[in-house]
């Protein structure tokens, strides 16, 4: 019998095992870039866990081992920032990344009242923006970063959930 996939909230320990993964994923941004000094790279341990106080850090974890990884922050007009949303390789395509947005938007949504959601993509990074689409998020602008990277902003307002038939009925 095969392990599942579970998302939560990470731990202070999880530190490392994202730093890990993240240096894996960003690998091809940075080779886009042409900087391997982009703060994906770069990124401490100690700013990471300033991040995870700071903000919700989200993992997906496979048994033990990290496999995917999102971060996200509200701000005081309820715009929520999401990055950082990061898979394994080997476990790309397979819904997982769509799983970690879902899941960050709605505990964004219930745990700071987020009414918007906003990320960036680069814009040769044309599977992560089918997913963006895919889920929602719509093109807002775009920023010429060097000759060879454009990073693209992309927002999603947050659905209203309807209201129980009981309170429908008597609005």
Request: charged content about 25%; overall charge neutral.
């Amino acid at each position: 019998m095969g392990m599942s996939v579970t998302i939560d909230r990470a731990a202070e320990q999880d530190a490392e095992q994202i730093l890990k993964l993240q240096y894996l994923c960003y690998q091809a941004e940075a080779e886009l870039a042409g900087d391997y000094q982009i703060d994906a790279l770069t990124q401490t341990a100690g700013e990471l866990r300033a991040e995870m106080r700071a903000g919700l850090v989200l993992v997906a974890r496979l048994g033990t081992e990290v496999v995917g990884s999102v971060r996200g922050t509200v701000d005081a007009d309820g715009t929520a920032s999401i990055g950082r949303l990061i898979v394994h390789p080997r476990m790309q395509r397979h819904g997982l990344g769509g799983r970690l947005l879902d899941r960050i938007e709605h505990r964004l949504a219930a745990e700071a009242d987020a009414a918007r959601y906003r990320l960036h993509s680069g814009q040769r990074g044309e599977g992560n923006l089918r997913l963006y689409r895919r889920l929602g998020y719509a093109p807002v602008a775009t920023e010429h970063l060097s000759r060879q990277l454009n990073v693209i902003t992309l927002e999603k307002i947050r659905a209203q959930q309807p209201l129980p038939q009981t309170l429908a009925a008597s609005a």
